[in-house]
């Protein structure tokens, strides 16, 4: 393994470029309520490609964040089993799974939880210095992402300093700085308008492109969801389908169009016969309709 504390300091710090295949086994997670369990997710089976992107959508509280956390180790499945390139993650003790969580995995929320104390570089710096990086190599990476989300200009404002769409942007380059090969994110541009959402949304794009990490984006919002090749949604207590072969339960209860009928030969219509006066009689008047007890006799 290269040593990235040995390397120049004018050198780029080599990147993994190859995102991670996950596969997700009968998952299950439920909380204690009372003594009580409380199910929230069972039996969630998934599987994501090296460098794929996967939106999921579906109704609020159906357990979404909760597989989100799970996948990034920020919380522990009840059952179930996550393998990470081949590598079983509910079996990892606390202090593995930190470290591999900081190495291998990176978020962005939508809140950016960037440290106020701190500039925007020494924000993006943090992952690095948690591996043990030396602070100069960290400081160049950190810049060579800033940079690449377009804050050159930024790098020594703090949070405070920084619009909505710009801590967001440092949020992202946190997350990405270190290569990581899985990249999860949880409503990242809810906080934001719709403009630059959709500028976030594309850099979000740009940069799985050109780093490969695998992408698992959690989102309420249909134009990012509908920039994913590929889109699950969640329903039934964590059960995924594929959107394009979810039918809602509404459009469950709708009647399913029938075939028209083939048209036949229509039967001619029955005309009826018009109604005919009475014939008059030879002296040329017409026989009165009267009761035949007061018909009355012509002279």
């Not at 996967?54 to 509280?61: H, L, M, Q, T, Y």
């Not at 050159?152 to 909505?164: A, Q």
């Not at 780093?211 to 059960?239: C, E, W, Y």
């Not at 219509?269 to 005919?276: F, I, S």
């Amino acid at each position: 393994m290269t040593d990235e504390r040995a390397l120049p300091i004018d050198e780029p710090v080599p990147i993994r470029r190859s995102g991670a295949r996950v596969e997700v086994t009968k998952l299950g997670k439920a909380y204690m309520h009372h003594g009580e369990a409380l199910p929230v997710l069972w039996d969630v089976d998934l599987s994501l490609a090296p460098g794929e992107m996967v939106a999921v959508v579906g109704a609020s509280g159906v357990g979404k964040s909760t597989l989100l956390q799970i996948l990034g180790t920020l919380d522990l499945p009840t059952s179930g089993s996550i393998k990470f390139d081949d590598e079983e993650l509910t079996t990892m003790n606390p202090s593995r799974l930190a470290e591999f969580r900081n190495r291998r995995i990176g978020f962005v929320f939508q809140f950016h939880h960037l440290l106020p104390e701190f500039t925007a570089v020494e924000n993006v710096m943090m992952p690095a210095l948690i591996q043990r990086i030396e602070s100069n190599r960290a400081r160049t990476m950190a810049k060579d992402i800033l940079g690449r989300v377009g804050l050159s200009h930024r790098l020594t404002h703090r949070p405070s300093e920084l619009s909505g769409g710009e801590q967001q942007r440092v949020a992202l380059a946190r997350a990405m700085v270190l290569g990581p090969s899985l990249l999860l994110a949880d409503e990242p541009t809810g906080n934001l308008d719709r403009a630059t959402g959709m500028a976030i949304h594309e850099l979000f794009l740009d940069l799985n492109r050109e780093r490969g990490s695998t992408l698992l984006v959690v989102t309420h919002n249909p134009d990012l969801a509908s920039l994913m090749p590929r889109r699950l949604r969640m329903i039934d207590g964590g059960r995924l389908v594929e959107e394009s072969e979810y039918r809602s339960p509404s459009m469950e209860s709708m009647p399913v169009a029938s075939e028209p009928a083939a048209p036949t030969e229509a039967a001619a219509p029955e005309v009826a016969a018009p109604e005919v006066a009475a014939p008059a009689d030879v002296t040329g008047e017409v026989d009165a309709p009267a009761d035949p007890a007061s018909k009355k006799v012509a002279p």
